[in-house]
């Protein structure tokens, strides 16, 4: 399939010309200037590729380039204009991001060897986006089957827990919410650092030791030293650090950073995080939430306040279908337990109240045929 290109210019006659010289060599596309050359983009698939003339009216090529580039910023953008001053060519390359200049007339072999240069480039660009991606999700994945494995309860709380945060994102209105789900996922990644016998403590909600509490509070940044280096993941990084500081400043991490300069998505998995604490507990959502609004500097109030709209607008938890046995090799991700996924020896491996997902399910297959789970297991599944 052809490369796809755009040449944007304000004279018809030179695009006709350009279209006919190039229509062999590329799926050549053009418009008749700036905002004709957006709407294109807007509504095309990514061009490889854009040309645009400098001097054009409502919209010269510098402003068009760098509006090109919000839209498409893995197109590779070129400049070929009849005004080669200097100015001109600091702004293309400052503003727009121009990866080469050219001037008006341009020989066809040129204007072909400087597209194909450009080519080239958008294949790195897409190449290394890639592989970044699939390493980033790679890394991703393999840190969360690890906790899956390590402390598949904590690991289902996360999944509950992100979609929640999700919705309490939204609803703060963040532009994104990649960010705060990823970092709900890694928030407690660190757990599986933990010695084994603290682990089963925290675990069976048993009382900690000095030295284990020391340890449990500098979690968030054991957890955050293991995601800082893994690519693009340096933001959530940081809002898993924050996601234990209270909203005055005190407590973890000791530094100046407090209020609205802590990250919101760290304020939003504060709340979270201690609203699940006090459930556990066996306090209800709104007597928590009233506890927590009574510890003035501790939260965040517009966030503690979104929380409780949030989960008084959920209303009740999501109805359930009577409980009916299942096999192993019939549970369905979405099943949530109602009694706990035990071995053959009574060893728990799975808590009651865990809705199942995909990842866990394969894993207990895999158990099942090495070591055998009690059958058949207790399940209900969400009524639709």
Request: charged content about 25%; overall charge negative.
């Amino acid at each position: 399939m052809a490369a796809r290109v755009l040449f944007v210019d304000d004279e018809e006659n030179i695009l006709n010309g350009i279209k006919r010289q190039l229509r062999k060599q590329y799926a050549v596309e053009t418009a008749l200037g700036g905002p004709k050359g957006l709407e294109l983009i807007k509504q095309s698939e990514e061009f490889a590729v854009i040309v645009s003339d400098m001097r054009m009216p409502e919209m010269d090529g510098v402003q068009f380039l760098k509006e090109a580039r919000e839209l498409s910023p893995h197109s590779v953008r070129l400049m070929l204009t009849g005004n080669a001053d200097q100015q001109t060519a600091i702004d293309a390359v400052n503003q727009g991001s121009v990866f080469r200049f050219m001037t008006k007339p341009c020989p066809v072999e040129l204007l072909i060897e400087t597209v194909d240069a450009a080519l080239e480039q958008h294949r790195l660009i897409k190449s290394e986006k890639e592989l970044l991606e699939g390493t980033v999700n790679g890394s991703i994945k393999l840190l969360t089957d690890i906790l899956s494995m390590v402390a598949p309860e904590i690991f289902g709380q996360l999944t509950e827990l992100r979609e929640t945060a999700r919705e309490i994102a939204r609803a703060m209105r963040l532009m994104s919410t990649w960010d705060i789900e990823m970092a709900a996922m890694l928030s407690k990644i660190a757990f599986v650092t933990l010695p084994p016998q603290t682990l089963a403590r925290v675990r069976s909600h048993k009382d900690l030791e000095p030295s284990e509490l020391m340890v449990i509070e500098r979690l968030p940044e054991t957890s955050s030293k293991l995601l800082a280096n893994i690519p693009r993941l340096e933001q959530v990084a940081r809002i898993v650090h924050y996601q234990g500081k209270n909203f005055d400043g005190s407590g973890f991490p000791k530094d100046e950073i407090g209020g609205s300069d802590i990250p919101l998505e760290s304020r939003i998995l504060k709340v979270l995080h201690d609203l699940h604490m006090h459930e556990e507990r066996g306090i209800s959502t709104s007597a928590a939430i009233r506890q927590m609004g009574a510890r003035p500097g501790r939260y965040d109030p517009e966030v503690l306040k979104t929380v409780g709209w949030f989960l008084m607008a959920m209303g009740e938890e999501q109805a359930l279908l009577p409980p009916i046995h299942v096999l192993v090799a019939e549970l369905t991700a979405g099943m949530v337990l109602v009694n706990p996924i035990e071995t053959a020896e009574g060893h728990s491996l799975i808590t009651a109240g865990q809705k199942l997902t995909d990842a866990m399910i394969q894993r207990l297959v895999n158990y099942h045929h090495l070591h055998q789970l009690k059958e058949p297991i207790k399940i209900s599944n969400p009524a639709v």
